[in-house]
């Protein structure tokens, strides 16, 4: 076989994810299983994705990756783990329009090329991570003719990074912390597709910060370690929330949702306070979203908008609906203005029909400049990111969105 020259490869588009109950804290580092289930919504891959091309061919000499471009080292354990567990369940593989076989033993010889790209910038720091573990093993498992559904297909994303576990279903996902020792429980399952709950908006507000963050493996090992809180958190209070937040999603329950989604994201936030040394995701200016959101609310008289932030700055807004998507993005575009030399499109990505619909010409019309309140709002926001709930990952047909070329095998 070594002397052939064919290259087989798949192409899968996987969706990022955000934790309305957080993930936060592991109870076996090497496994990555949590000490808290956590539950999210998947984000439309038109708007954050991953495309992962993965190929093999017997003129591969070792496994290979690039990531944006760049050639990335494979040794790393996370990388590694999750190749093994899904070398371990290769299949044989028939191409019969180009006549070639892969036989199921064959899998461990052969070399992998992995190209993968994300569709928004990483700078933004934005948890790429997420969908990037989950396209890797999705496409892999493709290529492989791998027999296991997507939540078995997850506890190896998993072992990639814990958050990318959730990536492997649309809509709205939760993740079994399970009790086994080996990890075969920790899973993820999709509680309702995206469509169930199609009315809502998200608006991510990409956060300006100019200190290097602490990482969400290293920020969480510490919390382990030294938060009296987190160990409260993951006991009493996130097993209750999990039940809670089912319920408000399977009810479409926009108030119970978002009194959970923002309490859950304080706590977490209150974790990192808790840890020693405390550790600040959060910024002035994700602050100042804060205050105005919990205005608009109050002002509104009932929940209108949910707020969550990750391990970082920037901040992920779901809206009840899209007549209120539109008046927030009036509100922030107000509060948050973009630089005189930055135009709208580069200052609003994604669904940029909202926008659109906002109108930038005029005065605030005063019901808006009521829900924000008089609040000078300050801070920078390097830019917006429009989406809404999203599908899960799929494999491209198109063989002209490969990130590898069909004959060698090397990035584009
Ligand atoms: C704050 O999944 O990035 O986004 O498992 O160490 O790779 P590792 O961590 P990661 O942590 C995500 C933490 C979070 C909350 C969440 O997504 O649930």
């Known amino acids: 076989m070594a002397e052939e020259k064919w290259v087989v490869m798949v192409t899968a588009q996987t969706p990022t994810n955000i934790a309305v109950i957080k993930y936060w804290g592991k109870r076996d580092e090497v496994r990555i299983l949590p000490i808290n289930g956590s539950i999210s919504v998947t984000l439309d891959p038109d708007h954050l994705c991953t495309l992962t091309t993965v190929s093999v061919s017997p003129s591969f000499d070792r496994d290979r990756m690039w990531l944006n471009g760049k050639e990335i080292s494979l040794s790393g354990s996370r990388y590694q783990n999750c190749l093994r567990e899904i070398r371990s369940r290769a299949d044989d593989v028939e191409d019969k329009e180009k006549g070639i076989k892969i036989a199921k033993k064959d899998w461990e010889k052969l ?56 990536s492997l279903f649309g809509g709205f996902v939760k993740w079994n912390m399970g009790n086994k020792e080996d990890g075969s429980d920790s899973v993820a399952v999709q509680l309702v597709d995206d469509k169930h709950w199609d009315d809502l908006v998200i608006i991510i507000a990409v956060v300006s910060s100019r200190e290097k963050e602490t990482s969400s493996t290293s920020g969480m090992r510490e919390s382990v370690e030294t938060s009296l809180l987190l160990q409260h958190r993951a006991k009493e209070v996130v097993p209750v929330r999990i039940l809670q937040m089912e319920e408000a999603i399977k009810n479409r329950d926009f108030t119970s949702f978002t009194k959970l989604t923002c309490s859950d994201s304080n706590q977490f936030h209150a974790v990192c306070m808790d840890t020693s040394p405390p550790i600040f995701y959060m910024n002035d200016t994700s602050h100042s979203i804060i205050s105005l959101v919990e205005k608009w609310n109050r002002s509104a008289g009932t929940p209108e908008i949910a707020y969550t932030f990750d391990a970082g700055p920037n901040a992920v807004l779901i809206a009840k609906n899209r007549k209120v998507a539109v008046e927030l993005m009036q509100g922030l575009l107000y509060c948050f203005p973009p630089k005189p030399d930055t135009d709208m499109k580069s200052y609003v990505l994604g669904d940029t029909s909202i926008v659109k619909e906002a109108g930038l010409e005029g005065e605030l019309p005063q019901g808006i400049k009521d829900k924000i309140g008089s609040q000078d709002q300050k801070g920078e926001v390097s830019y917006f990111i429009c989406s809404r709930p999203g599908r899960g990952p799929v494999v491209l047909q198109d063989q002209t969105q490969a990130l590898l070329h069909p004959q060698t095998g090397l990035p584009k």
Not at 117 to 127: D, M, Q, R, V, Y
Not at 134 to 139: Q, T
Not at 141 to 146: C, Y
């Open 111 to 166: 070399h992998l090329h992995i190209a993968s790209h994300n569709n928004f910038p990483t700078a933004a720091g934005l948890a790429s991570s997420a969908a990037g573990f989950a396209c890797l093993v999705f496409a892999l498992a493709k290529l492989m003719n791998v027999n296991e559904d997507p939540s078995q297909l997850s506890a190896i994303a998993r072992q990639g990074s814990g958050s990318a576990c959730r």
